[in-house]
């Protein structure tokens, strides 16, 4: 091992262990009462996991990708709300930190590094979510700034956010991301959003009325939004991978436990050749998920075509591990994974949005064909 994987396997133990005492004791609650999870913002700042994402010089820990990969994937493991939390404001200043201005850096980023502020990302439509060129949200140029109009939907953290990165229309073919703060007039929310899982984690929609964003406060160039926002989903998806791959393994390590304990027959259920067959399943399954993920996270600040390519194969793939690993982990816990006394019952209801958001796993499908025809077709 390297100084630098000691490090991280360090990092991790210590995230895990906040994880397992300070957030996994609330994380059923926060599902059934739907409720934000701020005793886990709290818990994030004890080991500055806030702005993990951040250049130093901006108040965060500058840390790579893959780091923040595993972070993702030790929280998600026990609250998956929580996770999200977490990832959302990264995302939502991605664009910022590449492409906007120092003076707007420094007035956005250190409050949300230091966990007093949060970020949201705005880029889904009641039209449409794959389509995002297809967006109706339009700036309107006026003196001194913009005038945004149009709806967001299920935006994250949507009413606890202070700062909100908008991408709307700002001509037939141009796109401009702009930061909307949460007191600026003309902004409004829409009512939480009941999901099937996902609870703790606030979504609703973003109404804008005739909300004036100062010139300061439009990121880079005007005209090229859209290819900011393209160009950020390239580092958010492995986030995304992550944040499945984690209820995978909380799922995963649910099933085993209670295989061990469980007796039927008189004998324990893992002693069972069949549960035994579907516990070594599932462990491939997530060994192999995690393998491409990090191999994804690695290649991701290339963005090339070929990293993104790699970077959809990686949502794609741990999506779908969450799915059938939290599926085979209800199965194994017999009539008791039905009931919302165990928790595989939550993650399994928390591991299907994986599937949808963040491109639906149809869309990552045409991207990983796109990349894989691309000699023959150009």
Known sequence: MSDADLLRAEFAENVRRLADKKIAPFAASCD???EFPAHSVEAFRELDLAGLAFPEHLGGSGADLPTQVMVIEEIARVCAASASVLL????????????GS???????????AAGRALASFCLTEPGGGSDLAALKTRATRVSGGWRLGGTKR?????????????????GDDAYGVFFVHRDDEGLSFGKHE???????????????????????????????????????????RPLVAAHALGIAQGAYEHAVAYTAGREQFGKPLSRFQLVRAMVAD???????????LYRAADTAVDNTSRSRAMVSMAKLFCTDTAMSVTTTAVQLHGGNGYMSDYPVERMMRDAKVTQIWEGANEIQKMLIAKD???????
Request: glycine share 6%; hydrophobic share 40%; proline share 5%.
């Open 194 to 236: 009941r999901k099937m899982g996902m609870r703790g984690f606030p979504t609703a929609d973003l109404y804008l009325d005739g909300c004036f964003v100062p010139d300061d406060r439009a990121v880079g160039d005007t005209a090229r939004g859209y290819h900011y926002m393209m160009d950020t989903l390239t580092y958010t």
């Open 32 to 34: 059934e009462n739907a």
């Open 372 to 378: 894989a025809f691309a000699e023959f077709e150009s």
């Open 88 to 99: 959302t404001p990264w995302a939502a200043l991605t664009p910022l930190i590449v492409h």
């Open 154 to 170: 299920f935006i994250s953290n949507a009413g606890h956010s202070t700062w909100y990165s908008v991408l709307a229309r700002t």
């Open 102 to 112: 120092d003076d707007l850096n420094h007035r956005i980023v250190p409050d949300v």
């Open 282 to 292: 599932m462990k491939t399954q997530l060994e192999a998920a995690r393998a491409l």
